[in-house]
């Protein structure tokens, strides 16, 4: 199995910016599909970001569409989630999550996940 470990979270003005990381380990990184999901208080957990292995296939929700990439380094066994224009509602727990698959399709579903982090809290003020 691997673990994931977020980190980058913190609070920022509305219209800022943010870098989550997620750092993997225990298996080979690059056999991984990795997903972005945040979940606000009083809301479902919803996908905002997910890419598969190669990092060729990449998916944005609507919401953060234009505002939010994911990337990948499997030489640093790392997945990046940039935030830029942030808002208010951008504001949740951000979790990492993985599952194996060497395919060309990234995943958007939670149940479709193997692996998760504890999440980082992300706070937007206004």
């Known amino acids: 199995q691997v673990q994931v470990v977020e980190s980058g979270g913190g609070l920022v003005q509305a219209g800022g910016s943010l870098r989550l990381s997620c750092a993997a380990s225990?298996?080979?990184?690059?056999?991984?599909?990795m997903g972005w999901f945040r979940q606000a208080p009083g809301k479902d957990r919803e996908c905002v970001a997910a890419i598969n292995w190669s990092g060729h296939s990449t998916y944005n929700a609507d919401s953060v569409k234009g505002r939010f990439t994911i990337s990948r380094a499997n030489a640093k066994n790392t997945v990046y989630l940039q935030m830029n224009s942030l808002k208010p509602e951008d504001t949740a727990v951000y979790y990492c999550a993985a599952v194996p698959n060497l395919s060309e399709r990234y995943y958007t579903l939670e149940h479709e996940y193997y692996y998760w982090g504890q999440g980082t809290q992300v706070t937007v003020s206004s």
């Open positions: 225990g298996r080979t990184f690059s056999n991984y599909a």
